[in-house]
Structure formats: structure tokens, C-alpha cells
């Protein structure tokens, strides 16, 4: 069995503000060893049911964050920016499960550090009219090569989130949040324990139960920034049409294309900052 790892921080447990997230912030590296031991323990619970491939792709900001030395020895790591896929990087057929370490709920909802992709430039994204997150987008986009989301973990916020897209997936909890800002945690080593537990169980049991989720097709792509000058340099791009003064429509040939001028217009728009 093939496993692919996709990895955040501001689901991690512990996680809770941008001192934690950026790597100007005097818990940064804190955060980064938080966010390695929850993706160890992904793994130890992925080769206890039976995984004998894994690969996790670093999906956090300048994507350097985990600790490569620290990590299981039996997973293989992508780290870096400038990914075609972003997030996804490196998925393909060949995979039998997706797992999402370290989620976060989308923007304009109650959950911790929530936001969709990138929290100053993405006001709202919308897959043919409906309002998705990256966890959405991406179960989609694996969802394209035939490989299923079998577990996702974060906040509660998310959780629910998830159970409301597909209640087929292991949704797992790390903490409650309070804010935007503050959230209860559950302390590292229970929640290791925990992921361990429930990925074992989600790749045996659900891996059969859990479909992809297969877009078909032609896909409406739709984005909302936060201010207008952000979606007209985004106009750059053949194919893009203003429908409001800061909302961007294009009609990709699929959910590849999609996601990528996602990432396109996403990286015009954060030029203007």
C-alpha cells in the first residue's frame, strides 16, 4: 500500500497564532518539532496497517518546515517551494490513500488560523459555486487521480467541515478552538497516541468505504480577494474575467487546470502586497 502525506501547521496541536507559523516568530521552531512528531506518529500509524510506501509532502508556507532529521526513516520527504501542485505535489495514481496532517477550516469560519491558502490575499474560493478550503481543493484534486482522503486532523471546526463533505473520512479532532487565535489542546503524546490509533484503523477499515472524490470535467473556478487591485493583475492571465471589482472567474478544462491557476493567480496577487 501506498500512502500520501499532506502536511499544515495550523492544525497541529499546540499551534495557535502567527508566532508559531512564520518563521519570523520566536515559537517557530517549536511549532516545526510539533508539526514533525504529529507526522511521525501519521506514519507509525500508516505502516502499522500495512503502508510500505510513504511519501509527505511539507505544505506550510515556505514548505521547509519539517525537520528532516527528525523524520520516520520509512517516509520519503518533498520540501520546498515552487511546486506545480502546491499542497498536492507528487500525487498520482499510483497512490492508494491520501491522509491531510495539520489542517485548518476555510476562511470566513470559526476555526483556528482559519483561511484558504493564503490568509491576506484569498478572500473565498468556489469550485462550481460551491465555497471550498484546501481540504476541499485538494481532496479534489487527488480525487482526479482515482486516490481517496481516508483522514484528515485539525480543529474541531474543521472536523465538522469534513464530516459535512464526506462523512466516509477519519476526522481527528487535535483541538478545540475558542478563537481564532486560542484553542484547547490535547497535549502531544495523547494526540500521537490517538493518530496512530485512527490511521491504523482508517486505512484498514475505510480505505474500501471512502471514495474519490472525482470532479468530471470542465470546472468553474471562482476567487474573491481582498481588494480589487489584487484581481486585476490577475486578469494577466487568458481565460480570467472580473465579475466584481475583487472576484475572478475562469473555466478550466479540469480540476488540474484549476488548481493551478489557483496558484497562479494567488502568486499575482500576493505581488501587489
Given at each position: 500500500?501506498?500512502?500520501?502525506?499532506?502536511?499544515d501547521?495550523?492544525?497541529?496541536s499546540g499551534?495557535?497564532?502567527?508566532?508559531?507559523?512564520?518563521?519570523?516568530?520566536?515559537d517557530y521552531n517549536r511549532?516545526?518539532?510539533?508539526?514533525?512528531?504529529?507526522?511521525?506518529?501519521?506514519?507509525?500509524?500508516a505502516?502499522?496497517?500495512?503502508?510500505?510506501e510513504i511519501l509527505v509532502n511539507?505544505s506550510?508556507?515556505p514548505m521547509?518546515?519539517?525537520?528532516?532529521?527528525?523524520?520516520?526513516?520509512?517516509?520519503?520527504?518533498?520540501t520546498?517551494?515552487?511546486?506545480?501542485?502546491?499542497m498536492?505535489?507528487?500525487?498520482?495514481?499510483?497512490?492508494?490513500?491520501?491522509?491531510?496532517?495539520?489542517?485548518h477550516?476555510?476562511h470566513?469560519t470559526p476555526g483556528?488560523?482559519?483561511?484558504?491558502?493564503?490568509?491576506?490575499?484569498?478572500s473565498?474560493i468556489?469550485?462550481n459555486g460551491?465555497?471550498?478550503g484546501e481540504?476541499?481543493?485538494?481532496?479534489?484534486?487527488?480525487?482526479?487521480y482515482g486516490?481517496?482522503?481516508?483522514?484528515?486532523s485539525?480543529?474541531?471546526?474543521?472536523?465538522?467541515?469534513?464530516?459535512?463533505f464526506?462523512?466516509?473520512i477519519?476526522a481527528?479532532?487535535v483541538?478545540d478552538?475558542?478563537?481564532?487565535?486560542t484553542a484547547?489542546c490535547?497535549?502531544?503524546?495523547?494526540?500521537?497516541?490517538l493518530?496512530?490509533?485512527?490511521i491504523?484503523?482508517a486505512?484498514?477499515?475505510?480505505?474500501?468505504?471512502?471514495k474519490?472524490c472525482e470532479?468530471k470535467?470542465e470546472?468553474?473556478?471562482e476567487?474573491?480577494?481582498?481588494?480589487?487591485?489584487?484581481?486585476e493583475?490577475g486578469?494577466?492571465?487568458?481565460?480570467t474575467?472580473m465579475?466584481?471589482?475583487?472576484?475572478?472567474?475562469?473555466n478550466?478544462?479540469?480540476?488540474?487546470?484549476a488548481?493551478?491557476?489557483?496558484?497562479?493567480l494567488t502568486?499575482?496577487a500576493?505581488?501587489?502586497?
Amino acid at each position: 500500500m501506498k500512502v500520501y502525506i499532506s502536511a499544515d501547521i495550523e492544525g497541529i496541536s499546540g499551534v495557535v497564532n502567527s508566532s508559531h507559523t512564520s518563521p519570523k516568530g520566536h515559537d517557530y521552531n517549536r511549532a516545526r518539532t510539533l508539526m514533525t512528531n504529529e507526522v511521525n506518529a501519521a506514519i507509525r500509524g500508516a505502516k502499522a496497517a500495512g503502508a510500505k510506501e510513504i511519501l509527505v509532502n511539507d505544505s506550510h508556507g515556505p514548505m521547509t518546515n519539517i525537520l528532516i532529521e527528525e523524520l520516520e526513516e520509512d517516509a520519503s520527504l518533498i520540501t520546498g517551494n515552487q511546486k506545480l501542485l502546491g499542497m498536492m505535489e507528487g500525487i498520482n495514481e499510483s497512490y492508494d490513500a491520501v491522509m491531510f496532517i495539520g489542517y485548518h477550516a476555510k476562511h470566513n469560519t470559526p476555526g483556528v488560523l482559519a483561511h484558504s491558502y493564503y490568509s491576506i490575499v484569498i478572500s473565498e474560493i468556489k469550485i462550481n459555486g460551491e465555497i471550498v478550503g484546501e481540504f476541499e481543493f485538494n481532496t479534489m484534486l487527488a480525487g482526479h487521480y482515482g486516490v481517496p482522503v481516508v483522514f484528515v486532523s485539525g480543529d474541531n471546526i474543521l472536523a465538522d467541515q469534513v464530516k459535512k463533505f464526506d462523512s466516509n473520512i477519519t476526522a481527528l479532532s487535535v483541538k478545540d478552538a475558542l478563537s481564532r487565535y486560542t484553542a484547547k489542546c490535547i497535549p502531544p503524546k495523547k494526540v500521537h497516541k490517538l493518530m496512530e490509533e485512527n490511521i491504523s484503523t482508517a486505512l484498514k477499515r475505510k480505505k474500501s468505504s471512502v471514495k474519490p472524490c472525482e470532479i468530471k470535467g470542465e470546472v468553474e473556478l471562482e476567487i474573491s480577494f481582498f481588494n480589487s487591485g489584487m484581481a486585476e493583475i490577475g486578469l494577466l492571465i487568458p481565460g480570467t474575467r472580473m465579475i466584481e471589482a475583487n472576484r475572478l472567474k475562469y473555466n478550466a478544462k479540469d480540476i488540474i487546470e484549476a488548481y493551478k491557476v489557483r496558484g497562479a493567480l494567488t502568486t499575482l496577487a500576493a505581488s501587489t502586497l
